[in-house]
């Protein structure tokens, strides 16, 4: 029978989805516990470094970024930076003279523009490496602004041969401009406090986050370098880590960024995201499973490289729902709302009160939004991870950064404003089978359906909402 099929999906489904929103509490349970790191050395003879600053198209903080750190409180004669170029706009005029006016003040900076994008980020960081005479190598987006002290107190982290990288957190400029980066902040909250914390203090396998980390020169070569993927970061990472790498993630260290003020540009990022960790997964997922690594850090590597399986699930879920609540199936707690308090509220607010402290409260209006857009945006993310997982090529394509640090900062009218996505017709599509899903739901009075249906409707209207708002040429900020 057709329905008793799709029950049976429904069913597996839900244990998935409970699988994983169980790892979230197990996570949340490690980052709380006190583990010390290692211990900070303070070196005699400080170690030779090499900042690297990976940029392109970046006419709005290409400036302010090389400033920053050539005001790092480094020795110059231990310091070299490097501004690895490729862009195709009046950002090259920009980089050059930034580092011109930085060299004639002493410091060691050197300008490598590339015509060809080949390998796009991680092309531009191999390229670099090769000219590199850094022990170490610190690396830093474009819209990032990472304080002087930065090199003094995360090197000393470095105390064993075996650490290859340590992270820092990214903070925030702009996380009171609208709705879209509260929820964004939010995430990065959860995700480096909550993630990356208990994974540092565990030792399990953790990533690079792209940026405002440092890595041991001696762990990229080792490694194998960095190769053209959507996920640079993550992939490097994996191999280090396979091959008996260290890393460190250091929570008290803040390298404040700007948060996607646009939904169509923060849409692009979560989708190479998604579709980068996806071809991980085609990467390493054999790997893992053959190693020797422990159990619990095999299950972790996992849970990491697959996590965007959800999306796509999620989806399948809603689709399926209404020919069983239809044909009178009793959706029991173990498939329906077990799985739905794993993933929803229940686990947000647990992990408030653990990042926040006694100021989470202040944080529900955010965990709001970060409910609209995670359900909103889960059909482009769906695509991304579908696409990597079944070897789709793709390109880089960078989230753009305006400048943007105060709500009376605007960006509607700047260059490298996203364009309209036309997959907004999906997730209007979505939310109306919501809409019907809802009415089928109380109809047959399954009550405890409508709080999940209801998220994820309301959250594919709130995303199509505001992409259609961005995409309209009045007006200086969304909300």
Known sequence: MFESLLYEIYGIISFVMFAYGVNFYYLTYRS??????????????????????????????????????????????????????????????????????????????????????????????????????????????????????????????????????????????????????????????????????????????????????????????????????????????????????????????????????????????????????????????????????????KIQAIFQLTRHVVFPLSILQLLILPFLVAAGFNLSPTTGIVSQLTLGPLAYVYALRKIYGKEWPSRIPRYMYLLLFGEGISLSNSIAFLEGIFGMKGSFERTPKYGIRTKQDTWREKKYVATFSWIVAGEISLAAYGIVVLLISLIKRSFFLVPSIAAQTLGFLYVAGLTIEHSLPKGSRGT
């Open 32 to 297: 709380t516990r006190n583990h010390s790191k290692a211990a900070p050395t303070r070196h005699v003879d400080l170690p030779s470094v090499t900042v690297q600053l990976p940029v392109y198209n970046e006419r709005y903080v290409a400036k302010r970024l090389i400033e920053t750190v050539c005001q790092l409180e480094y020795p110059h004669s231990k310091l070299e930076v490097q501004v690895l170029d490729d862009s195709t706009d009046d950002t090259v005029n920009i980089c050059k003279e930034t580092v011109q006016q930085c060299q004639e003040k002493g410091l060691s900076l050197s300008y490598i523009h590339r015509e060809q994008r080949t390998g796009f980020k991680a092309g531009a960081l191999q390229q670099g490496l090769q000219d590199a005479s850094g022990e170490f190598v610190a690396i830093f987006d474009a819209d990032f602004v990472p304080p002087s002290d930065f090199l003094m107190k995360a090197l000393p982290f470095f105390s064993s041969k075996e650490i290859g990288m340590v992270q820092t957190r990214w903070g925030h400029l702009n996380d009171d401009y609208s709705t879209l980066t509260q929820a964004q902040s939010l995430s990065l909250d959860a995700h480096f406090m909550i993630e990356q914390r208990a994974k540092s203090y565990s030792e399990l396998f953790m990533n690079f986050n792209g940026t405002a980390g440092i890595w041991r020169k001696e762990c990229i070569l080792d490694s194998g370098g960095w190769q053209d993927t959507l996920a640079e970061d993550l992939d490097l990472s994996f191999r280090a880590q396979l091959r008996g790498w260290k890393f460190l993630f250091l929570d008290e260290h803040l390298s404040p960024a700007e948060i996607p003020v646009q939904m169509n540009a923060s849409r692009k990022q979560q989708f190479r995201w998604a579709k980068g960790s996806a071809q991980c997964v085609r990467r390493f997922l054999g790997q893992i499973l053959t190693s020797q690594l422990g159990l619990n850090t």
